[in-house]
């Protein structure tokens, strides 16, 4: 019995699925702070080119001259 305990507490194969949880939580983690960080900014940036997109075709359709 006292050999089963000492083998049970020297062993790690659980203590390696923890960390690779940790570490996929962290990288998720991070992935979507990204995200965040970056759909601000694109979702700006997608805009301003659906603009000009739109008003280039309206001056292409009106005979008007596109810079």
């Given at each position: 019995m006292i050999?089963?305990?000492?083998?049970?507490?020297?062993?790690?194969?659980?203590?390696v699925t923890v960390?690779?949880?940790?570490?996929?939580?962290?990288?998720?983690?991070?992935a979507i702070a990204a995200m965040s960080a970056i759909g601000t900014s694109t979702d700006t940036l997608?805009?301003?080119?659906?603009t000009e997109i739109t008003g280039a075709g309206d001056a292409?359709?009106?005979?008007?001259?596109t810079p």
């Open positions: 050999n089963f305990i000492k083998n049970f507490r020297k062993d790690e194969d659980g203590a960390d690779w949880v940790v570490l996929t939580a962290a990288v998720v983690g991070l997608t805009t301003a080119v659906g292409a359709t009106s005979g008007g001259s």
